[in-house]
């Protein structure tokens, strides 16, 4: 009985020593995740301070746009200004926080608009009014995703529109 109370006690230590390495394994990891998503900014963004009030006003004006996509071709310029104004939040948004899901959502929902204005798709408008609901909801409170992963997502989301812009801006100086 004694042999098997010693082995019992020892197993349990073997247990208790795994399972305080693998949280120390968990702990690096996302420490790193971490480090990784502060680093994923774009090149020549300078930031500024997200306006909250302006993003209302954006989500307000997107919503108009999704309604009648028919005027998206109208609005290009101020698509392109709520690119440039939310890449510059993104920029100065700690990761992750609600401040970068509003400014990621709100250049999503342009980049979307825009897309379709170059190439009209259903699948441009639902993106968008995707992208405008998390916009609206993280302006309201909703808790948004504060775990390091969740910051990588939207910083690389970030990257990726800025990069379909570029391309935007190419396949509308095709279309002149």
Known sequence: MRVFGALFIAVLLAMAAVLYLQREDTEASLHAVSSVAADLREDGVS???????????????????????????????????????????????????????????LRSAAGDLRSYGVQPSQMSLSSARRNLEAARGALAGDPVGTAPTDAVRDRLENLQRGQQERYQEVQEELNR
Request: aromatic residues 2%.
């Open 47 to 105: 930031g500024r301070a997200l306006d909250p009030e302006m993003a209302a006003r954006m989500v307000v004006s997107l919503q108009a746009l999704v309604d009648h996509p028919e005027e998206i071709p109208n609005h290009v310029d101020d698509l392109k200004t709520v690119a440039t104004t939310t890449a510059a939040w993104a920029a100065a948004a700690r990761s992750p926080s609600t401040e970068l899901r509003i400014a990621v959502s």
